[in-house]
């Protein structure tokens, strides 16, 4: 049994655990409003994009001489994976999802003979793979410095994938992150960026919007096209860059609130325990007064 | 004038403007060009430089530098989808200073053409929001 001294000891540490504890979970929830609010603000470019995308891309299906970015190499044989991760831990499960969901599908390519290349945007997701795949990575991009995601931290991401893929680097490119279901709720997604998955276009929708007019385009349709894809991808790394914070908030915030009334129930325990021995204590005293007093 | 054009403007961060204007003037990639209401549909894509909001007579209304995108015209109204945009007093000039120092040296620096002409490009950009001011 341990001393009162102990017990006193143990209980002060956990509670000032308890305190660190609840000071993430709130810092957690500040900083997930502003990461929701964040994600909220890059929702209607990045729908828009979308549609204007998916309307230009309408009339080019089916033409092999689109551009590569859309078609693709024609191979797939050298996989690029874009881990998005977070720069920090303490965040429960969210940064282990992520990184297993990426590992399956290496494990996979690997088996098929094809050559995995791998991104990762976030300390946490290379630590976690470098020990296995730590040759396939080719760059790690980190967040840590940066209190809130902006678009030109995209841009440098999408500048390096995009330099590769025009030279020959790979042939497919999918990004792992994690999509921000709810707070308590976020789902590790593999999303294929290169060649381009585009919503299927809405013709119908769209055409009824403009009243059966036809768009007119300046400069001409392709060039366009070439110019529109590669903000297309800087777009959806910057989307899923805000996704993952807010999930990596979120997850944050549910684990520290895990771990808050973890500490406030071990507390509880401890403190029995110990008004159990101090009295235990109390009473062997007495009994020795006593007893003491009798023998005289 | 009778009739209101329907104008969002939208970075990729936050949605800039959403309000009803007479007349947008906007920096396209064959020239500028202005779009009131009615408009035949368009796409275009946009060079960097700025966006007149209501200009009265000659280039008095609200300025906003773009950098990059494209704008959407629909009988529905105009949406630009801009790359970076800025309002004048947003532009900082001491920093624009420093950010032209180092496409300075970017471009000195190029190793390869198509670095030094993407270098030069944004040199420029940056030149032409610095004399603007």
């Given at each position: ?11 002060s ?6 305190k ?7 810092v ?64 429960g499960?969210?940064?282990?999802s992520?990184?297993?969901l ?27 793979l ?7 990575i080719v ?15 995209a841009?440098?991401?999408?500048a390096?994938v ?6 020959g ?11 921000f279901?709810s ?20 013709s119908a ?5 403009l ?11 392709d ?6 894809l ?8 910057f989307?899923?860059?805000l996704?993952?914070a807010?999930s ?8 520290m ?21 101090r009295q235990?204590q109390i ?6 007064i ?6 005289i | ?6 104008f ?21 990639h ?6 009131m209401a ?10 960097a430089?700025?966006?007149?909001v ?33 309002r004048p ?31 030069q ?10 004399s603007?001011?």
């Amino acid at each position: 049994m341990a001393s009162l001294k102990d017990l006193r000891n143990r209980i002060s540490s956990v509670r000032s655990t308890q305190k660190i504890t609840k000071a993430m979970q709130m810092v957690a929830a500040a900083k997930l409003r502003r990461a929701q609010e964040a994600a909220e603000a890059a929702r209607p470019y990045a729908s828009r994009l979308g549609r204007v995308l998916a309307n230009l891309t309408a009339g080019m299906a089916g033409r092999a001489d689109g551009p590569r970015l859309m078609v693709g190499t024609g191979k797939d044989q050298v996989h690029l994976l874009i881990i998005a991760t977070a720069d920090r831990g303490l965040c429960g499960g969210f940064n282990t999802s992520i990184v297993r969901l990426a590992r399956e599908r290496i494990n996979r390519l690997v088996a098929e003979g094809k050559t995995v290349k791998i991104i990762c945007v976030g300390r946490k997701g290379r630590e976690a793979l470098k020990r296995l795949y730590g040759g396939m990575i080719v760059q790690t991009f980190e967040m840590g410095h940066i209190k809130q995601i902006g678009y030109a931290q995209a841009e440098d991401v999408a500048a390096k994938v995009l330099s590769m893929f025009e030279a020959g680097e790979f042939d497919v490119a999918t990004l792992f992150f994690s999509r921000f279901r709810s707070v308590i709720s976020q789902t590790p997604t593999a999303l294929q960026i290169v060649p381009a998955t585009l919503d299927a276009p809405e013709s119908a929708g769209l055409a009824a919007d403009l009243n059966g007019a036809i768009y007119e385009y300046e400069p001409e349709e392709d060039e366009i096209l070439a110019e529109l894809l590669p903000r297309n991808l800087t777009v959806q790394l910057f989307t899923a860059m805000l996704e993952n914070a807010a999930s990596e908030q979120g997850a944050r915030m549910s684990a520290m609130d895990n771990a808050t009334r973890n500490a406030g129930d071990m507390i509880k325990k401890l403190n029995i325990t110990y008004n159990r021995s101090r009295q235990a204590q109390i009473t062997k005293e007495l009994i020795e007064i006593i007893s003491g007093a009798e023998a005289i | 004038m009778a009739q209101k054009l329907k104008f969002d403007l939208v970075s990729p961060e936050r949605l800039l403007l959403s309000e009803e204007v007479d007349m947008v003037v906007l920096p396209g990639h064959e020239g500028d060009l202005g779009v009131m209401a009615d408009h035949a549909p368009l796409i275009t894509t946009l060079r960097a430089g700025w966006l007149i909001v209501n200009p009265k007579s000659g280039y008095d209304g609200e300025r906003i530098f773009v950098r990059g995108g494209f704008a959407e015209v629909t009988p529905a109204g105009l949406t630009v989808l801009a790359e970076q945009a800025l309002r004048p007093g947003e532009i900082d000039g001491p920093l624009l200073d420093a950010e032209i120092r180092n496409a300075e040296e970017d471009v000195k620096d190029a190793k390869s053409d198509e670095t030094r002409l993407r270098a030069q490009y944004k040199l420029d950009q940056l030149r032409e929001v610095r004399s603007a001011l």
